[in-house]
């Protein structure tokens, strides 16, 4: 079992950054790839970035490629999504996920545990 917890969430204009991050606890966070996704207001949760257990490999959306980064200190277990040149569109509920399995994702499925999100408001 792995309990997830997200920070780093706020109000911030366009143009703005954000660090969020994803405190792990519990089994080690190690072994685990590590996922981002959001959810806006009336849509489905939606894969936004993916990095392996070493991240050695990473993955992103194309609507953020380039402008967001994610990265993880295993030795602090925790994983972080850096996101630069922030848009009213990325406006939505953060999620971290961790997946068991060898290889990052996509999608939604292959993660097992979620955290209870933090709120991203982009405003115009």
């Known amino acids: 079992q792995v309990q997830l917890v997200e920070s780093g969430g706020g109000l911030v204009q366009a143009g703005g950054s954000l660090r969020l991050s994803c405190a792990a606890s519990?089994?080690?966070?190690?072994?685990?790839?590590m996922g981002w996704f959001r959810q806006a207001p009336g849509k489905e949760r939606e894969f936004v970035a993916a990095?392996?257990?070493?991240?050695?490999?990473?993955g992103y959306a194309d609507s953020v490629k380039g402008r967001f980064t994610i990265s993880r200190d295993n030795a602090k277990n925790t994983a972080y999504l850096q996101m630069n040149s922030l848009k009213p569109e990325d406006t939505a509920v953060y999620y971290c996920?961790?997946?068991?399995?060898?290889?990052?994702?996509?999608?939604?499925?292959?993660?097992?545990?979620w955290g209870q999100g933090t709120q991203v408001t982009v405003s115009s």
């Open positions: 990095i392996s257990w070493s991240g050695g490999s990473t």
């Open positions: 519990g089994r080690p966070f190690s072994v685990y790839v």
């Open positions: 996920a961790a997946d068991k399995s060898a290889y990052y994702s996509t999608y939604i499925g292959s993660y097992d545990y």
